[in-house]
């Protein structure tokens, strides 16, 4: 099975397009590396509660809050799912995985969190954050090739 190293999990400062946005005191509420060592799972597409157990394709196995966000690696599973998950990935597809959880909003969007249930696995285009991110990742490139 593969290992993806060092994936963006949850943007920190940037509002997404619901118009929540998370830091590193978002998170203070929990143990964030205690929830990996109990186990934290995803499944293929946005869920709005817990993970089924039934339709997992991969574990977070490593968790890093950093200041621009919370990275992680993650072991894609040797399940239906996991094997799905490792054909799309074979195929290129630009996937991202995202947090859902529980927590809490004040009115400007900043996000408080209390539990984290998993980090399902999304394409890039269905992407809460894709048109604020991924934007000046293209902008990079593009200004990359241009001064090579």
Known sequence: MKYLNNELLI????????GLWYNRESFDTINIEKSVQKGLFGSMGYVESTINLSEISHQIINIEIRNSGIYGDIRVLDSGYGRHLNEIIDNGINLVFRYVGMSS??????????????????????????EIIWRGDKLKKILKKIHA
């Open 105 to 130: 909003e004040d009115s400007s969007g900043y996000s408080t969190v209390f539990e984290i249930w998993g980090f399902p696995v999304m394409g890039r285009k269905d992407d809460i954050y894709d």
């Open 11 to 18: 943007p920190f400062n940037i509002k997404d397009k619901n």
